[in-house]
């Protein structure tokens, strides 16, 4: 498997809190994802990095922000949580992204619950 | 929206080969196509992929047909462990979305004892 961790791996916070998801990947990808799965769907992308401090958005980016301040790690903050932002998080990392045959490899996921 | 079409679910039993097919048929000539596999909401576990020609590896077998509209996986030997959610995925290859893999619900293979 791929070097990529996630952590925290499950969280429960509150609705109107700051929470702050960490990738960390150790195989030195130049791209890393941040997905997000509800339940019966596929993943949907939030937002890339394509470098350190390179970034841009996903799908589905609204009320998320992210940081990459080096290489490994890949931050993704919820600045004000919502009950809709309850979900499985996915990390990926992949090699160069500008390709149709660069692949993604995922971490294990982090499962956020907001009340 | 997702690119593929794929059944919702199939059976096979262990031992045996699964077929699991894929519908793509307004794939361009320069996207690929992916599958992954996820087992219990474990993060997506990459298989396979290929462009025209067929594949295979240590997992798995893709079979695309010659107008590149459909494919096929195959798992030669089926095992309990393969029970899981496949996602066939044609790789966007669009100026804003080149990054993304589209997701759809995919095929929940269950391997029967």
């Known amino acids: 498997d791929a070097g990529i961790t996630q952590s925290p791996r499950h969280k429960v916070t509150e609705t109107g809190t700051p929470v702050t998801l960490r990738c960390h990947q150790t195989?030195?990808?130049?791209?890393m994802y941040w997905y997000r799965q509800d339940p019966g769907h596929g993943l949907r992308l939030i937002h890339y990095?394509?470098?350190?401090?390179?970034?841009d958005k996903g799908e589905v980016s609204d009320g998320y922000s992210v940081s990459r301040s080096k290489t490994e790690d890949f931050l993704l903050t919820l600045e004000s949580a919502t009950s809709s932002q309850t979900s499985v998080y996915f990390c990926?990392?992949?090699?160069?992204?500008?390709?149709?045959?660069?692949?993604?490899?995922f971490g294990p996921g982090t499962r956020l619950t907001v009340l | 929206d997702a690119k593929t079409t794929q059944p919702p679910s199939m059976d096979c039993a262990e031992g045996r080969a699964a077929n699991l097919p894929c519908n793509h048929s307004t794939i361009s000539g320069n996207e690929y196509v992916y599958w992954y596999r996820q087992i219990h909401s474990q993060g997506p576990q990459y298989i396979i992929h290929?462009?025209?020609?067929?594949e295979t590896n240590e997992m798995a077998s893709l079979i695309i047909t010659e107008d590149r509209k459909s494919s096929t996986l195959i798992l030669p030997h089926a095992t309990l462990r393969d029970t899981a959610v496949y996602y066939c995925i044609v790789r966007a290859w669009e100026k804003d979305s080149n990054y993304q893999l589209i997701w759809g619900a995919g095929t929940k293979l269950i391997i029967k004892p």
């Open positions: 990926a990392i992949s090699g160069s992204g500008r390709s149709g045959s660069d692949t993604q490899y």
């Open positions: 290929g462009l025209k020609n067929n």
């Open positions: 990095s394509y470098g350190v401090k390179d970034t």
């Open positions: 195989e030195n990808h130049r791209y």
